[in-house]
């Protein structure tokens, strides 16, 4: 499913954090989101997972433009933010079926199956989520955004708290995830990330930039990022 | 939807599982308000007011009347734990003390009053009351005097009588012996007898007795106290994942809702618990007005009733340390001013104006309704209005915070 996005702005009472962003994520693509501390990238991402109503500008999905984003883009996306979604005074799986509920609650179940396999944390199923290290609290976050199937994956930091091993597990489901067709908006600092992107953007002063092919990392830091 | 109804039951699990904490933490609050209490009760029943207050007695002439009067009063197992009697030589002296507050009233002895009792005349003893003493006081004292009058009065007719028997019998010279015999012999039997002043005792609420009284009221304070210390585990924000869930079809207004009947729900359980095994210890070690019956089956309804206000004030004040210290406040006035820890009566009168318009105050008055074995379909009525009132005024909260 391919993903674009025009004009979108976003305002927190007097701050524009958003002025006018607009992107392309295409089918079968990683994207990359790059940008300042505090320039807007996990803003963006939560408008685009449906968590934040957008003050302006178009979502469009192969072309349509999305009437009820809220409601649409959640159904369609799957979003892994930087803060933990799970209720930390209950079990993993308490937290796993409370998200699989969302939705079709059979199929999803069926999916958890998969994915926890896939994301190795049946092993702590019964350990509440306060007990979990933070690597462990990632990995059931990711598979609460990937349970009801999503086409479009919203992740942002990813790999952070994660240990070496499963950074390179999650690279491999990226590709693997891109590779069936879905698409991939990534917002992160890590290079190494950010080396699976075909396509980068980066946000500065509320409006993306599509960053050139070829440039090297200092170039995109000293264009985008300073 | 099922994702509500999962949201309900897995807050009932989360709350489940927080109870032994809260229990420990609640424990530590209700040690706290013993102490309240405790220095409530001594501060109201204590030497200074109820308990012990003094009151003079002036004899006028018959010093020995009013000796015996002060004996026999002061010996009644109504009144001698509340009441001590204290002879004074003068009027003056009786004034000074007034003035002081030394005493809180006193009883001037008029001349001659053994000879108007036996005549029949009865000369009334006048009262001195001391107005800055508080109502209560003053009332208990006016109860037992109007008491003893007529005490007095049914007295004569022994009195009149036994008279009558020695003139029949040509025993005059014996009369003033067999007076002096029946006077003591009255007063001893039947002040002592009395069920008169012991139903005057002070009574906090209608038919409550001060046990009774106080057990509701620690009750629902140690309880209101436990709840709040499920603060820390509410959820008033809107995080990141509460934007999800409304996302995905659960929005504030509803997600509040599942949360707070969950939470009133266990609040509830816990309620029932703690509240059922106290009560059966305070009917079975006092002359309770609790009866246990089919009306405490509301028992659970009335503390989740309780619970979803608690909920709502978490809601209003928010949930970290200075909310719930906000709220712990308001609590404290709310419970104030309903009387909780001082009976009404005992309150300022601005303050008991304002407690009529705080829930406690319906709550303190459906409690005894419901320990006393009756279940009014207007207590239970007024259950139902008060719970969606709360849940929906917190509904609001939650919804008027996300917009913000």
């Known amino acids: 499913m391919e993903l674009e996005i025009r004009?979108?702005?976003?305002?927190?009472?007097?701050?524009?954090?958003?002025?006018k962003a607009g992107l392309t994520a295409g089918k079968g693509q990683c994207t990359g989101i790059i940008g300042a501390n505090g320039c807007g990238k996990s803003t963006l991402?939560?408008?685009?997972?449906?968590?934040?109503?957008?003050?302006?500008?178009?979502?469009?999905?192969?072309?349509?433009?999305?009437?009820?984003?809220?409601?649409?883009?959640?159904?369609?996306?799957?979003?892994?933010?930087q803060e933990s979604v799970l209720m930390p005074e209950l079990t993993v799986a308490d937290n796993l079926?409370?998200?699989?509920?969302?939705?079709?609650?059979?199929?999803?179940?069926?999916?958890?199956?998969?994915?926890?396999?896939?994301?190795?944390?049946?092993?702590?199923?019964?350990?509440?989520?306060?007990?979990?290290?933070?690597?462990?609290?990632?990995?059931?976050?990711?598979?609460?955004?990937?349970?009801?199937?999503?086409?479009?994956?919203?992740?942002?930091?990813?790999?952070?708290?994660?240990?070496?091993?499963?950074?390179?597990?999650?690279?491999?489901?990226?590709?693997?995830?891109?590779?069936?067709?879905?698409?991939?908006l990534l917002s992160s600092h890590d290079e190494g990330e950010l080396s699976l992107c075909q396509n980068l953007w980066a946000i500065k002063e509320g409006e993306t930039h599509k960053v050139p092919e070829g440039l090297s990392i200092e170039e995109i830091t000293s264009k985008y990022i300073a | 939807m099922y994702c509500r109804w999962m949201y309900f039951c897995l807050n009932i699990k989360k709350f489940i599982r927080l109870l032994p904490a809260i229990i420990l933490e609640t424990f530590l609050f209700g040690i706290l308000l013993l102490g309240i209490?405790?220095?409530?009760?001594?501060?109201?029943?204590?030497?200074?007011?109820?308990?012990?207050?003094?009151?003079?007695?002036?004899?006028?002439?018959?010093e020995r009347a009013a000796k015996m009067l002060v004996r026999f009063i002061g010996s009644m197992d109504s009144i001698k734990d509340t009441i001590s009697f204290t002879l004074l030589s003068s009027e003056k002296e009786a004034e000074k003390k007034l003035e002081a507050g030394e005493i809180c009233g006193a009883i001037?002895?008029?001349?001659?009053?053994?000879?108007?009792?036996?005549?029949?005349?009865?000369?009334?003893?006048?009262?001195?009351?001391?107005?800055?003493?508080?109502?209560?006081?003053?009332?208990?004292?006016?109860e037992f005097t109007r008491a003893g009058a007529r005490l007095l009065t049914t007295a004569q007719a022994g009195i009149y009588a036994a008279d009558a028997f020695c003139r029949e019998k040509g025993w005059e010279s014996r009369i003033p012996l067999t007076e002096d015999y029946l006077n003591e012999a009255y007063f001893s039997a039947a002040f002592s007898r009395t069920s008169l002043l012991d139903k005057r005792e002070v009574e906090a609420v209608k038919g409550l007795n001060l046990t009774d009284y106080y057990t509701i009221a620690l009750l629902l304070a140690f309880l209101s106290f436990g709840g709040l210390s499920f603060g820390r585990y509410v959820q008033t924000k809107n995080g990141e994942r509460e934007k999800l869930f409304e996302s995905r079809g659960m929005g504030a207004g509803g997600r509040y809702f599942?949360?707070?009947?969950?939470?009133?729900?266990?609040?509830?359980?816990?309620?029932t618990v703690v509240c059922v095994p106290v009560l059966m210890l305070v009917i079975n070690k006092s002359s309770s007005f609790f009866k246990p019956g089919i009306a405490w089956l509301l028992l659970p309804a009335f503390w989740f009733v309780v619970g979803t206000f608690l909920r709502m004030l978490l809601q209003l004040t928010g949930?970290?340390?200075?909310?719930?210290?906000?709220?712990?406040?308001?609590?404290?006035?709310?419970?104030?001013?309903?009387?909780?820890?001082?009976?009404?009566?005992?309150?300022?009168?601005?303050m008991e104006k304002a407690g009529r318009y705080v829930p406690y105050k319906i709550w303190m008055e459906s409690m005894p309704v419901i320990l006393q074995g009756e279940a009014p379909e207007k207590t239970i009525a007024a259950?139902?209005?008060?719970?969606?009132?709360?849940?929906?005024?917190g509904a609001g909260v939650a919804v008027w915070k996300k917009e913000r």
């Not at chain 1, 290290?133 to 990711?142: D, F, L, P, Y």
């Not at chain 2, 001594?42 to 002439?61: C, H, L, Q, T």
């Open chain 1, 97 to 184: 079926k409370l998200w699989a509920s969302f939705g079709d609650y059979r199929e999803n179940l069926k999916r958890l199956a998969d994915l926890s396999d896939q994301f190795r944390i049946k092993d702590f199923y019964k350990e509440r989520v306060k007990n979990l290290s933070g690597g462990m609290e990632k990995r059931v976050n990711i598979v609460c955004a990937l349970l009801h199937e999503p086409e479009i994956l919203l992740m942002d930091e990813p790999s952070a708290a994660l240990d070496l091993v499963f950074k390179q597990e999650l690279k491999m489901y990226i590709r693997d995830f891109i590779q069936k067709g879905g698409s991939i």
């Open chain 2, 37 to 62: 209490g405790a220095y409530a009760t001594k501060a109201i029943y204590s030497d200074k007011v109820v308990n012990k207050f003094m009151v003079g007695v002036v004899a006028r002439e018959e």
């Open chain 2, 319 to 350: 949930s970290h340390a200075g909310g719930i210290g906000i709220s712990f406040v308001v609590l404290m006035g709310f419970m104030a001013a309903a009387g909780v820890f001082i009976p009404s009566a005992f309150l300022p009168v601005w």
């Open chain 2, 258 to 271: 599942m949360e707070a009947a969950a939470f009133s729900t266990v609040f509830a359980l816990l309620g």
């Open chain 2, 383 to 393: 259950f139902i209005p008060m719970a969606l009132l709360f849940l929906a005024a």
């Open chain 1, 45 to 81: 991402l939560r408008v685009l997972a449906g968590a934040e109503k957008a003050d302006g500008g178009g979502i469009f999905l192969d072309g349509r433009k999305i009437s009820n984003p809220s409601r649409e883009m959640a159904r369609y996306t799957g979003y892994i933010p």
């Open chain 2, 108 to 142: 001037l002895v008029p001349e001659g009053v053994i000879d108007s009792v036996l005549s029949g005349e009865n000369i009334p003893a006048t009262i001195w009351l001391d107005n800055s003493y508080s109502e209560m006081e003053t009332e208990v004292f006016a």
């Open chain 1, 7 to 19: 004009d979108i702005q976003k305002r927190y009472g007097k701050k524009q954090v958003l002025k």
